[in-house]
């Protein structure tokens, strides 16, 4: 069984920073891309930043020079540090790992989501 858990959300200012975490935990083989995306209310989940193994990363644009995401292989975390934070970066951030579980022998790839963290910024 693996298990993303995020933390880190919170209210925040506008201008402000906030750090979100998440730790894949599990009988985890091995970890390729990781990422943050965000969901409001009436909207389709959307990409915020990916990262794969070997630290190639990705933006969304609006995000692009105010947000930074980097991970720790070796404790299996993704984090999320986010400047300049504006009103419009209210949602829910989920995390999102690729995940191969199983052994070397007999090994599958699945994609795991994490449960959400709040962050809100007021103006």
């Known amino acids: 069984q693996v298990q993303l858990v995020e933390s880190g959300g919170g209210l925040v200012q506008a201008g402000g920073s906030l750090r979100l975490s998440c730790v894949a935990s599990?009988?985890?083989?091995?970890?390729?891309?990781m990422g943050w995306y965000r969901q409001v209310p009436g909207a389709q989940r959307e990409l915020v930043a990916t990262?794969?193994?070997?630290?190639?990363?990705n933006y969304l644009d609006s995000v692009k020079g105010r947000f930074t995401i980097s991970r720790d292989n070796a404790k299996n975390t993704v984090y999320l540090q986010m400047n300049s934070l504006k009103p419009e970066d209210t949602g829910v951030y989920y995390c999102?790992?690729?995940?191969?579980?199983?052994?070397?022998?007999?090994?599958?790839?699945?994609?795991?989501w994490g449960q959400g963290t709040q962050v809100t910024v007021s103006s």
């Open positions: 999102n790992a690729d995940i191969a579980v199983g052994t070397v022998f007999r090994m599958s790839w699945h994609d795991y």
């Open positions: 599990g009988s985890i083989f091995a970890i390729n891309e």
């Open positions: 990262i794969t193994s070997g630290g190639r990363t």
